[in-house]
């Protein structure tokens, strides 16, 4: 396989159309416009279309109506142009189809700043919409990961009939990086829509077809257990993360998405001080990945520095629970559309050891 | 190895063009590299900048408060960014729009009159091309032969555009030799 220099937001676009996706719709918002321009003219070298809709609504509308045809598809946006595709990633949830969603994300609240940013943690990994519905979440910290895990995501979301959303902001969006793209999937390896695409009537009057509304509290019941089912299997077999340096670690860090990449290099630096430095870098938020915290020696571990970039902290609650309470919390972050700096890093955890 | 390196200037001088080009040319060495552009509210005529961190390893961070090397385009950029060097660090200065000088001993300084010299070869778009060799003449971060190689594939479509822009690298080159 041949290597190659790629801006991440690229990188994502041609890992989906390698993936079998073959259907997007989007609206602009930088800085994940590069997204749209390339699929724009890439998809209909593979037989598969681009809309730039209207609107963000418009845009998570029609691929919550393709997506339930069986075509694999995809959207992607910004911060505040989520909020305007969250009920529409309801009604897909709800509906139980499969489908992408990338957020390229920036600070918030409102527009916010476009640079790199980690202020979308509890908006993607806890309520992207009213209802208690979760999406499977994963946040890359490599342009490699970004386009492994677009590439994947639409097998996720195939198999368990979800919407899979990939966190990710400006850094890595913006980067470039030597990559290695995986390769086009072929569509016979596929997994088969035929269980949940909805189809005509058949001569027996029966057709699939989609429901959102439960009009019954018993109705609704069926659902929201199934839904729970769901995300105690995605917690049993789905936890993803990277566990660095870990084996003999005496300070632990953690981070995820572009700040999982910023203290790689704190570890890194620390190490070569002298401090045995490791990171725990989630990658799946949801289900997250509490396993990964289990293995901490908390007889010698009594605290963890928790870096984010949120102002305030917010992935910090999930480490907490994952620990069981167990640690002192420092946070070292940065205000969405500040790129926490590796020094500020090393500076903190010396200071505070 | 690690290095990082920052390339600042007005935009339209080519400042992003030579920094996607030294990852491409890391990737053809077999390294990692990253490039990470300044982005956002950035104004014509204002400074742009981008970040390289080419490594034999894995790179964590793609922007670094304490640089490796800083290539300097104009004086704005020099000023705003030549208290980031490491000690040992590399300053490729553009003499011809830089005034000022490196007064840090511990780094150092290369004034390579950029525009000048890519206007004697007859073009003063290559300037960029021109502190493209510098950086790699001063530093050895990378074989020339690769950063050529890609020069040749970017900005030598033309039989003659080729011709300039080897010829520019080769004076940057040329430039720093002690």
New interface residues.
């Given amino acids: 396989m041949s290597?190659?220099?790629i801006k991440g937001n690229e990188a994502m676009a041609e890992a989906a159309v390698r993936g079998g996706c073959r259907f997007f719709a989007g609206y602009p918002i930088?800085?994940q416009n590069d997204i749209p321009e390339y699929l724009s003219k890439r998809l209909f070298e593979v037989g598969g279309t681009f809309i730039q809709g209207e609107s963000e609504i418009a845009s998570i509308n029609m691929v919550y109506g393709v997506a339930a045809t069986g075509v694999r598809s995809m959207t992607s946006s910004s911060s505040p142009g989520l909020a305007l595709k969250s009920e529409g990633i309801s009604f897909i949830a709800g509906s139980r189809i499969p489908a992408v969603i990338i957020n390229v994300a920036r600070g918030g609240p409102a527009l916010g700043?476009?640079?790199g940013a980690q202020q979308d943690y509890f908006a993607s990994a806890k309520a992207i919409a009213p209802g208690g519905f979760r999406c499977f979440v994963v946040s890359p910290s490599t342009v490699q990961e970004a386009a492994d895990l677009v590439y994947e995501a639409f097998e996720i979301a195939d198999k368990y009939r979800t919407p899979v959303y990939v966190l990710t902001d400006?850094?890595i969006g913006?980067?470039?990086?030597?990559v290695e793209l995986p390769p086009m999937r072929d569509p016979e390896e596929m997994l088969s829509s035929d269980a949940w695409r909805i189809t005509k009537y058949n001569d027996d009057s029966s057709a699939r077809q989609f429901s959102t509304y439960r009009p019954t509290g018993e109705m609704l019941t069926v659902d929201n257990i199934a839904m729970a089912e769901l995300y105690e299997e995605w917690q049993e077999k789905e936890q993803r993360w990277e566990a660095f340096m870990m084996e003999d670690a005496e300070v632990v860090l953690t981070a995820y998405g572009s700040a999982g990449?910023?203290?790689?290099?704190?570890v890194?630096e620390l190490r070569a001080q002298g401090i045995k430095a490791g990171l725990i870098r989630p990658i799946t938020l949801f289900p997250f990945p509490n396993k990964a915290y289990e293995n901490i020696n908390y007889d010698k571990i009594d605290k963890i520095f928790v870096v984010e970039m949120s102002i305030p902290p917010q992935f910090v609650y999930d480490v907490e629970l994952a620990t069981k309470s167990q640690l002192d919390y420092i946070n070292i972050n940065t205000s969405g559309g500040v790129?926490v700096?590796?020094?500020s890093i090393v500076d903190k955890v010396k200071e505070s050891m | 190895m690690e290095k990082s390196l920052l390339i600042a200037g007005f935009g339209g001088q080519g400042i992003m063009l030579i920094g996607?080009m030294l990852?491409?040319a890391?990737?053809k060495a077999g390294m990692?590299?990253?490039?990470?552009?300044s982005?956002?509210a950035e104004q014509r005529g204002g400074t742009a900048n981008c970040t390289v961190i080419i490594a034999d390893d894995?790179?964590?961070?793609?922007?670094?408060?304490?640089l490796d090397s800083l290539i300097a385009m104009n004086e704005p950029s020099f000023v705003r960014f030549v208290d980031r060097m490491k000690k040992g660090g590399v300053v490729i200065v553009n003499s011809s729009l830089v005034q000022s000088k490196v007064e840090d001993k511990d780094v150092q300084a290369f004034y390579v009159p950029a525009n000048d010299l890519a206007q004697q070869l007859g073009s003063a778009q290559v300037a960029n091309v021109v502190v493209l060799g510098a950086y790699i003449g001063a530093t050895g971060v990378l074989d020339a032969a690769f950063a050529k190689q890609v020069v040749a594939e970017q900005l030598g479509k033309k039989p003659e555009l080729l011709e300039l822009n080897m010829k520019a690298f080769d004076a940057g080159m040329e430039a720093v030799k002690p």
């Fill in positions: 290597k190659e220099f930088t800085p700043t476009i640079q400006g850094v913006n980067m470039m990086e030597i990449r910023i203290a790689k290099s704190a890194k790129i700096e590796t020094e | 996607k990852g491409f890391a990737s990692n590299a990253t490039f990470y552009p982005y956002g894995e790179i964590g961070s793609p922007v670094s408060k304490k």
